[in-house]
């Protein structure tokens, strides 16, 4: 990350930044009243990748306290930039097995857990830090779901979802709490077929905190919400365009 990351923003940056996260406050506010789930609604993560640790730190002032990283490395560094607060990281990009051991150490939720031997070293190196300090809690996790079967995206299929989900749930130092989604972008009933197989989880498994719905961004997600998304991952409507460079 540049030396610049945690340079405060300016008064015009911040003031576009907290209009912005405060637009898709309300916005998800409605989704929830419209579903009828003002009371348990979903919860938002800023999906902050590519941006600067200065504007999470003005999130964070403003509220949000949970914040999802795709690149391990960049996430990395910000947390050194930000270790004075006590925010919730979620890793929700690729895993590769050189990966697991930072993921373990350095994250409270992971949404993209797609393979037996991920989540069993997951659950190995997590157990390490927890047998080092007993406060530190299991690692949470989410199964990624490729529900569209599409060769370009990650995640299980839904004829392998039992078995696996049978296997994470056995690993000591990791709770299953619950499966991601990223639809189709040409639109399908995924959402619905997704909030099956959920359920169908829970009526088949002794899992008592399975109760994570992670689906929905900002062009989906009312359609989320209505189908029982409990936490929607919203970037460029908080953070703006990324610069990728």
């Not at 576009?16 to 009828?36: I, P, R, S």
């Not at 590519?50 to 560094?77: H, I, S």
């Not at 989320?224 to 998304?229: L, W």
């Amino acid at each position: 990350m540049p030396d610049s990351a945690n340079s405060p923003l300016n008064d015009t940056e911040k003031s576009q930044l907290l209009a912005n996260y405060q637009a898709v406050l309300d916005e998800l506010a409605k989704c929830n009243e419209a579903a009828g789930r003002a009371q348990n609604g979903a919860a938002l993560l800023a999906v902050s990748k590519t941006k600067p640790a200065a504007m999470l730190r003005a999130l964070w002032q403003a509220g949000q306290v949970d914040f999802g990283e795709n690149y391990l490395q960049e996430a990395l560094a910000k947390q050194a930039l930000l270790a004075d607060l006590p925010i919730v990281w979620h890793y929700i990009g690729s895993i590769q097995r050189n990966k697991t051991k930072d993921i373990a150490a350095h994250f409270d939720w992971v949404h993209t857990l797609e393979r037996g031997l991920i989540a069993k070293r997951l659950s190995e190196q997590r157990g390490e830090i927890c047998r080092q300090n007993p406060s530190v809690p299991p690692l949470n996790v989410l199964i990624q779901l490729n529900i569209d079967d599409e060769a370009s995206k990650s995640g299980v299929l839904p004829d392998e979802l039992f078995a696996l989900v049978d296997e994470v749930a056995q690993l000591p130092n990791l709770c299953l709490r619950g499966l991601m989604i990223i639809p189709d972008k040409a639109g399908s009933d995924a959402f619905v077929r997704t909030q099956a197989l959920f359920d169908e989880v829970r009526a088949r498994f002794d899992l008592p905190q399975w109760d994570t719905l992670s689906m929905g961004m900002s062009g989906d997600m009312a359609q989320a919400v209505a189908h029982g998304s409990t936490m929607v991952r919203i970037g460029t409507a908080i953070f703006g365009a990324r610069d990728y460079a």
